[in-house]
Antibody, heavy 117, light 107 residues
Framework: QVQLVESGGGVVQPGGSLRLSCAAS????????MHWVRQAPGKGLEWVAF????????FYADSVKGRFTISRDNSKNTLYLQMNSLRAEDTAVYYC??????????WGQGTLVTVSS | EIVMTQSPATLSVSPGERATLSCRAS??????LAWYQQKPGRAPRLLIY???TRATGIPARFSGSGSGTEFTLTISSLQSEDFAVYYC?????????FGGGTKVEIK
């Protein structure tokens, strides 16, 4: 069965950096686009970024463009999100999610990122 | 960006009753719409894609309809496990966008 396990969350100061990872299993990782979606405490879902199956096309939400970078290593079945210049409003649970076309069919359990001094 | 608007924000329904949730797109998205269910402390789960196709393992009491800018998720007879927050999402254009959610609560 599809499993997506995020890691790398934690507490970071404003202006700091963090890299999230997502270990994928149960499907052919190199054949699917992947997403990051976040959810601030008590709020709704916000799509963050997408990377095509081969890593060549990437898309970002305006709120993170220029600060976050999505990448993948198909040899390790792992998705990444490099987050720089973090702000308080980036505080959220970050979900790794498997693409289904451009939709999303499976989600990880999420990792919490807290940006606070 | 395409703005997705869900209504109502909260829907109070008795078990066994029908629930109708609405989602509107700020411009046409054809049938490129998905619905997700989220329970407290859990990840979202895909219910419907292509506006009307149920995802694998989703009970037949869940149905989706609509195209263009107006969409509906119907739960024909609410079960206790259906009380949750429901989100619509468009995947017609980048950036992908979600609606603000509808909370279905017990009346």
């Amino acid at each position: 069965q599809v499993q997506l396990v995020e890691s790398g969350g934690g507490v970071v100061q404003p202006g700091g950096s963090l890299r999230l990872s997502c270990a994928a299993s149960g499907f052919t990782f190199s054949s699917y686009g992947m997403h990051w979606v976040r959810q601030a405490p008590g709020k709704g879902l916000e799509w963050v970024a997408f990377i095509r199956y081969d890593g060549y096309n990437k898309f970002y939400a305006d709120s993170v463009k220029g600060r976050f970078t999505i990448s993948r290593d198909n040899s390790k079945n792992t998705l990444y999100l490099q987050m720089n210049s973090l702000r308080a409003e980036d505080t959220a649970v970050y979900y790794c999610a498997k693409g289904f076309g451009e939709a999303i069919d499976y989600w990880g359990q999420g990792t919490l990122v807290t940006v606070s001094s | 960006e395409i703005v997705m608007t869900q209504s109502p924000a909260t829907l109070s329904v008795s078990p066994g009753e029908r629930a109708t949730l609405s989602c509107r797109a700020s411009q046409s998205i054809s049938s490129n719409l998905a619905w997700y269910q989220q329970k407290p402390g859990r990840a979202p789960r895909l219910l419907i894609y292509g506006a009307s196709t149920r995802a694998t393992g989703i009970p037949a009491r869940f149905s989706g309809s609509g195209s263009g800018t107006e969409f509906t998720l119907t739960i024909s007879s609410l079960q206790s496990e259906d009380f949750a927050v429901y989100y619509c999402q468009q995947y017609n254009d980048w950036p992908l966008t979600f609606g603000g959610g509808t909370k279905v609560e017990i009346k």
